[in-house]
């Protein structure tokens, strides 16, 4: 009986580990960026339609405007990001990915032109989508819990999927939101839940 909670007990502190070291890897990019790039790390992130734009959409997530911006992004990310680790390590980093990659790419074929995106934005409301759709596609008690989990703590900030702000990518959150309900409807077959393997 012990070794299943031993086993247990590492696999929770191994995903804490890996959404603690992400985000202080955010931080630290963030130290860096103003002490040593005096800023200029944030000309990294997607430019829409521009050839050098598309390393962007690997950078852009680990980048902020600003530790006001970083701050904004830090505990939405941090409880949306743990909801989806709870199912498991696989779902965290295929969902990450997902997101990164198809919302990074539809920001850069459909933002507006002549502007900068980055930011963790992406990823929240990748996870955000992830985790409704998930819910919905697999409509077990457990998928279904954390999507009116996650709805109650973010639903509200879907109104920023749409045109609002001129310094806000709107579109980060719209196509992130899509790339995590893409990533969720690809995986909709998938049963797996708690305990869940790493």
């Known amino acids: ?32 960026d103003l002490l040593l790039f005096g800023g200029a790390l944030d000309g990294k992130g997607i430019r829409p339609r521009a050839e050098v734009g598309l390393w962007g959409i690997l950078f852009a ?7 006001g911006h970083l701050l904004a992004n830090s505990i939405p990310l941090l409880v949306l990001g743990w909801l989806v680790l709870l199912r498991s ?41 992830y985790l409704f759709l998930r819910g919905f596609w697999e409509r077990s008690v457990a998928a279904v819990s954390l999507a009116l989990v996650a709805g109650a703590l973010y639903g509200s900030a879907l109104w920023g999927v749409l045109p609002g702000r001129a310094n806000v990518s709107w579109e980060g959150h719209l196509f992130g939101f899509a790339g995590g309900a893409g990533a969720a409807t690809v995986h909709r077959r998938r049963r797996s839940w708690l305990p869940m393997a790493v």
């Open 1 to 32: 009986m012990r070794a299943p909670a031993r086993d247990g007990k590492t696999t929770l502190r191994a995903r804490l580990g890996i959404l603690a070291g992400f985000m202080t890897l955010l931080w630290l990019l963030e130290v860096a």
């Open 61 to 67: 997530p680990f980048l902020h405007a600003g530790f």
């Open 89 to 129: 390590l696989r779902d965290f980093l295929w969902a990450t990915v997902v997101v990164a990659i198809l919302g990074g790419l539809g920001v850069w074929l459909f933002g507006r032109p002549a502007t900068v995106h980055l930011g963790a934005s992406g990823l929240i409301f990748g996870y955000l989508g």
